[in-house]
């Protein structure tokens, strides 16, 4: 798959939810990992996010030039039909990017309690299930930014 904006926007967001959590770990002394660990994966993603940055800024200036692929249509067909569009009626580019953050750190928060070792499979289960349907509205969501790019960018060149 071509990068697109809002699969850009969608990596970054998964890097400041992760230093969100470093910093947290590295804040609550998180017995799992030595803090040297975790400050060392924090100057690491700190460099990855630089890079994302940088990436998201150069795609915004081939996209005035023309030189980028704005939309790539996804063709997923293991989720229900009731399970996609279920993301509102977004018209901007800033709610679309700021849906997708909210829909990262649920997946986030999903992903955590499924990880859960002191609960039971059933619940387990439950939580899962809730992650397909969160994680199409994520992909509905990565569509609409360049969807909406897309239209933005086409009002600037006329």
């Not at 998201?56 to 980028?68: E, G, P, Q, R, T």
């Not at 790539?72 to 709610?95: A, C, R, T, V």
Request: hydrophobic fraction near 35%; avoid cysteine.
């Amino acid at each position: 798959m071509a990068e697109t904006l809002g699969s850009l926007v969608d990596k970054l967001t998964i890097k400041s939810i992760r230093e969100f959590y470093l910093n947290k770990s590295i804040k609550e002394k998180d017995p799992k990992f030595s803090i040297k660990q975790l400050k060392e994966k924090l100057t690491l993603l700190k460099k990855q996010k630089d890079i994302q940055l940088q990436e998201i800024d150069d795609y915004i200036k081939m996209a005035l030039n023309s030189k980028v692929i704005l939309r790539e249509e996804k063709i997923k067909l293991y989720n229900p039909l009731k399970d996609m569009d279920k993301i509102g009626s977004n018209q901007k580019l800033s709610q679309a990017i700021e849906g997708l953050s909210r829909k990262n750190i649920e997946l986030w928060h999903l992903e955590d309690e499924a990880r859960r070792t002191d609960v039971s499979l059933n619940f387990i289960g439950k939580i899962k299930k809730k992650i397909d349907p969160t994680n199409q509205q994520r992909n509905d969501f990565i569509d609409k930014i360049d969807e909406l790019f897309e239209i933005e960018i086409k009002k600037i060149k006329t």
